[in-house]
């Protein structure tokens, strides 16, 4: 899809934009009045499986989707934020929203809000509503946007069952400064009754989510208590009250996609999906983008040194950053080649804590400002926060100029570098959009 494509839509969301002055403001109260003039879509949707927690949202419900996918079910899905296009946060049984669907959508619930006050989340969250309740399809995938208990995707009184990976330190401004009190945020998904999968989650962060979960008499099926998933030679194994099942290695890379997957299996034994075919097609199916995604096209690839490998991951918190430099050291140990990086941050993250772990792993980090974004680091921000965590910080206007310099330096033309573009979602869009 070209911006062309999509200008209807482009134009009535940047009129959204303005109809509240902060772009984040949890409540449920303006979107509840919103749904109540829409005539209450929310109630409509197919069995909905929602999922909040830090890291692994959105992998955990890629996983799930393939597999009801490939057990022949329709599925709908939100996720948030998108990379290239808004359209990828609806999925209307399995199809990504079009654009007439969507601006009709969008200025439905816009004539519908006349104008009163609502944050764009809450907006578009309705417009996501009306479009699942008027398709037919067998399950609705709700990825909380931003903690939980106050989340627009929160007003789902009964769903069919909830998940929770897991749960660090992120947007403290808004969930909270310790873990028990984020956690307490994401627990607030729980409803009375309704079956939960917990994925593995710190002492402090179990203990308030166990303790929710009494207090509403959830079954709970938790991680290392109810299921374990354990790395084998030729993918992992997944242990759990009924039984055990062997399983492939994921389809997204990394280690801690284990857990990921195994959660997702945990959520469809619960749904009843529970094949061992379908539960290997879950885990080999699901596809994320910007989740250590490899680049294979466009300019930044035809820029590199010749055969580079180029990893685009979003990730932008301590946890995202510990997980994915254990995953650049395992691929160092099996595959030696020189490690570069180029990134981009918002201010409003703890970059300190997602740099440090990539000390010793990474000869040098080109750091860059996230074109189009207010609350991007400058380069010179960046790269002082870099030096601060002890890495060879470089400062650069764009990826192209950091790749022509890679280019340059002595290991990579000795060997083919493995280069990693990361820090934000927002700069892994841009990269997509220019090289997909």
């Known amino acids: 899809m070209t911006p062309a494509d999509s200008a209807k839509s482009d134009a009535i969301l940047a009129r959204l934009l303005e109809l509240h002055p902060k772009v984040i403001d949890l409540s449920l109260e303006r979107l509840e009045r919103l749904l109540a003039a829409l005539g209450n879509p929310e109630r409509s949707l197919p069995p909905v499986i929602h999922i909040a927690g830090t890291n692994g949202k959105g992998s955990t419900g890629a996983f799930i989707r393939a597999g009801l996918k490939a057990a022949g079910k329709k599925v709908h899905a939100y996720t948030s934020p998108h990379l290239a296009r808004f359209h990828e946060r609806i999925r209307l049984a399995d199809a990504l929203i079009d654009e007439d669907a969507l601006a009709a959508l969008l200025e439905e619930c816009e004539a519908a809000n006349a104008g009163a006050p609502i944050t764009f989340f809450e907006i578009t969250t309705a417009a996501a509503f009306l479009a699942f309740s008027r398709t037919e399809a067998d399950y609705t995938i709700l990825e909380v946007g931003l903690g939980g208990r106050l989340d627009a995707t929160n007003v789902i009184e009964q769903p069919a069952l909830t998940v929770i990976t897991p ?108 094949e061992p075919s379908i539960l290997a097609a879950a885990v080999r199916g699901a596809t994320w983008p910007a989740r250590m995604q490899r680049l294979k096209n466009g300019p930044l690839v035809e820029g590199a040194p010749a055969g580079s490998e180029i990893w685009l991951d979003g990730g932008h918190n301590p946890a995202a950053g510990e997980a994915l430099a254990r995953l650049l050291a395992d691929m160092e140990e099996r595959d030696p080649k020189p490690l570069y990086m180029i990134c981009g941050m918002l201010n409003t993250k703890d970059v300190t804590g997602y740099l440090r772990p990539f000390e010793g792993l990474v000869r040098r980090i080109y750091c860059l400002s996230i074109p189009g974004e207010t609350a991007t680091l400058t380069s010179d921000e960046l790269a002082d926060f870099a030096e601060g965590a002890d890495l060879n910080a470089v400062e650069v206007d764009d990826a192209s100029e950091a790749m022509r310099l890679i280019t340059g330096e002595e290991d990579a033309a000795i060997s083919p570098p493995r280069i990693l573009i990361c820090g934000s979602l927002y700069l892994a869009g841009r990269i997509l959009r220019e090289n997909s």
């Open 167 to 274: 749960v660090s330190i992120d947007h403290q401004s808004y969930l909270g400064e310790t873990l028990a009190e984020i956690a307490g945020e994401k627990a607030g998904i729980l409803k009375r009754g309704v079956p939960a999968v917990v994925g593995p989650q710190h002492e402090v962060a179990m203990g308030v989510i166990a303790d929710k979960a009494r207090r509403l008499s959830v079954p709970i099926h938790a991680a290392d208590a109810d299921w374990t998933a354990r790395r084998e030679p030729r993918g992992f194994s997944l242990q759990y009250d009924a039984g055990l099942v062997d399983l492939p290695s994921p389809s997204l890379p990394g280690d801690y996609q284990i857990d990921n997957a195994a959660a997702a299996a945990m959520a469809l034994i619960l749904l009843g999906v529970d």
